[in-house]
């Protein structure tokens, strides 16, 4: 084995909006990546309108800076557990890794998560305690509940001595001593030369390099994206391509980049250890393993974890199908599905009974509405169900997947929702004071989690924060309520109005403004009952030849209450849909007609 002694391989793991980002930015910056008058965006790698609008890293991202004669490869990876199955792809990429947390809020719920994936790849952790210059930033405080997580994680003793740093990602300074204000990121890169590993591999043993993502450009088509582990790979060399079904086929590879600041750097050949994306190779896919044509030797499968949460998406059958997008067929839905799944491994989709129906399976609530929120403005128009949770049958017994769901909220705001988690069968694990602040940490399932982050908002009128990952699968738990209300559905097509509204006004919380087209059974808003109430809310006012001395007053209406479109997946029941195109989210019965649910609730009453 050689060690490549000019060359590291890190990846970024947080919690989010803790910083990653941001620290890259000030990375690129400090490796003169940018002019000196070069106007620069900030987050310069959200490069996805969602990740810039949401703040969070999607996607995860590489990019490599230069200090003096070292280049290292960077990796920007996601901090929600969702979006999981990036974080232990990248993983596999690198050698060391940044662990990134806030000075003042510390270790957070998926700041365990992306740690314990990076101990259990044997990483090196450099720990970067970012957001200094925070008035009421703690770092010593911080830094021991860091330790105490390192131990928790059961940490080898080699990884329990871990160095650390202090930075200002925003002000892009770095220091190794909290009390002394830095100057540059020096301190920072000089860490990750001396404490990160050079990558090590045989530049002369067959070709190994297993690919771990998928990009894709218009001009040269799919971009497979990952690390020669043993080897040297040429551009226009014929490969091996080793399938997860242990099958082999040929191929030939294209054009080959490496990494060189923001860009993609053409090169003739790279060797073992150096990060590298190639084309050519149309048919890869991700975990397989690129090799030597006459000596392949496939790396071992990836392993992901798996979804826990599942829905189906539908074509929009609707009356209002056609009217907005582009795309509205079950080959289109079946097509942009199958080409998800092969770029996102954490996401499974599965044919039903129905030719116009898929099951769309993933790691939670965020994971799903990332996808329909990216299909919608894509042109797609799709109906879906409420999310379930995946049950497995173990020893005979029904299990379902529980959450360890982490609570900073106010005190006087603990009481409500301590009882609104005990509605949904959470088992309280800790309670701790954090000033005037409660922290709560609870075991949950997971279908006890859908609908209650709008409640939780609620009660704590907007301060409060919530994180959730997955934990385990446990037995099934009856008795947990989600919603405690009805549906306001409309009986008649046409157009919502004023006096409709402000007669329906007194029975619930409506979605719908004046003048908004309407159709027979969709949702236009929650009742105060827990029975579905059918109203009509494009009633019109007859006209009559009396008049009072109040008849030319206007009507004034409460403002109506607007779903996104998670708040909508969560607020749907088992018998309603929530239609998705690209300029609304609607929500609406399976069953549109009126009589007909009727007679389908009287046999279920028999």
């Known amino acids: 084995m050689h060690n490549k002694e000019d060359l590291r391989n890190i990846a970024i793991i947080a919690h989010v909006d803790h910083g990653k980002t941001t620290l890259v930015d000030a990375l690129l910056r400090q490796g003169g990546i940018f002019r000196a008058n070069e106007q620069v965006v900030e987050r310069v790698l959200d490069r996805n309108d969602l990740e810039r609008e949401r703040g969070i890293t999607i996607l995860a991202k590489n990019t490599a800076v230069r200090y003096g004669k070292l280049k290292i490869n960077i990796v920007d990876t996601p901090g929600h557990a969702d979006f999981g199955g990036e974080v232990e792809r990248v993983l596999k990429m690198v050698d060391g890794a940044l662990l990134l947390v806030d000075a003042f809020e510390g270790p957070m719920a998926q700041t365990k998560f992306v740690l314990r994936k990076a101990l259990a ?228 989709v599965a044919e039903t009974g129905s030719p116009d129906a898929f099951q769309v399976s993933g790691r939670g609530e965020l994971h799903l509405s990332i996808l329909i929120e990216t299909m919608r403005r894509e042109g797609y128009e799709l109906q879906i169900s409420k999310p379930e949770p995946i049950t497995k049958i173990i020893n005979g017994e029904l299990w379902e997947p529980y959450e360890r769901l982490f609570l900073l909220l106010p005190k006087e705001a603990a009481g409500p929702v301590i009882e609104k988690l005990g509605q949904r069968r959470a088992e309280l694990i800790n309670m701790e004071p954090a000033g005037s602040n409660v922290k709560l940490e609870y075991l949950i399932p997971a279908r006890g989690l859908i609908g209650f982050r709008s409640q939780f908002l609620t009660d704590t009128k907007g301060e409060g924060i919530m994180h959730h990952l997955f934990d385990s699968y446990g037995p099934w738990k009856e008795g947990i309520e989600q919603r405690h209300q009805g549906s306001l559905v409309a009986f008649e097509d046409g157009e919502a109005t004023t006096y409709g509204i402000h007669n329906v006004e007194d029975r619930g919380v409506l979605f719908v403004t004046p003048g908004e087209k309407i159709y027979t059974g969709m ?84």
């Not at 930033?137 to 911080?142: G, I, S, T, Y």
């Not at 975990?287 to 949460?309: K, S």
């Not at 009952?529 to 059918?534: A, G, R, Y």
């Not at 309603?576 to 046999?603: G, Q």
Request: with cysteine; aromatic share 6%; net charge negative.
């Open 121 to 348: 790849a044997g990483l090196r952790i450099i720990v970067v305690i970012n957001k200094l210059d925070r008035p009421d930033a703690r770092p010593d405080e911080v830094l021991n509940e860091i330790f105490d997580l390192f131990v928790d994680l059961e940490a080898a003793s080699w990884q329990l001595d871990f160095p650390v740093v202090y930075t200002s990602a925003r002000l892009g300074t770095a220091t190794l001593d909290p009390q002394v204000p830095g100057v540059d990121m020096q301190p920072l890169l000089e860490m990750i030369a001396r404490e990160i590993p050079a990558p090590t591999g045989d530049p002369g043993a067959p070709l190994q390099l297993q690919i771990v993502n998928l990009d894709y450009d218009d001009y040269v088509g799919k971009i497979a994206i990952g690390r020669i582990t043993n080897g040297t790979i040429q551009a226009g060399e014929t490969v091996t391509i080793c399938s997860q079904e242990e099958t082999e086929r040929e191929g030939k590879v294209g054009l080959l980049w490496v990494y060189e600041g923001l860009k993609r750097e053409p090169v003739a050949s790279a060797a073992a250890g150096e990060i590298v994306a190639l084309a050519g190779l149309n048919e890869v896919g991700i975990g397989e393993t690129i090799c030597t044509f006459e000596q392949p030797r496939p790396l071992p499968l990836l392993t992901i974890d798996e979804p826990t949460l599942t829905m189906t998406f539908m074509v929009n059958d609707s009356p209002f199908a056609g009217r907005e997008g582009k795309y509205l067929t079950s080959r289109h839905l079946r097509e942009r599905l199958w080409k998800e799944a092969q770029t996102n491994v954490s996401l499974r």
């Open 523 to 606: 949702i236009v808003g929650i009742h105060a009952k827990e029975d579905d109430l059918d109203v009509n809310v494009c009633k019109k006012k007859h006209l009559t030849n009396m008049r009072s001395s109040t008849a030319e007053e206007a009507i004034r209406l409460s403002p109506p209450l607007q779903f996104t479109l998670e708040q909508a997946m969560e607020f749907i029941a088992e018998d309603e849909l929530v239609e998705v195109t690209p300029s609304a989210i609607r929500m609406r019965k399976k069953i549109l007609d009126r009589s007909a649910r009727a007679r389908l609730r009287k046999r279920s009453a028999n």
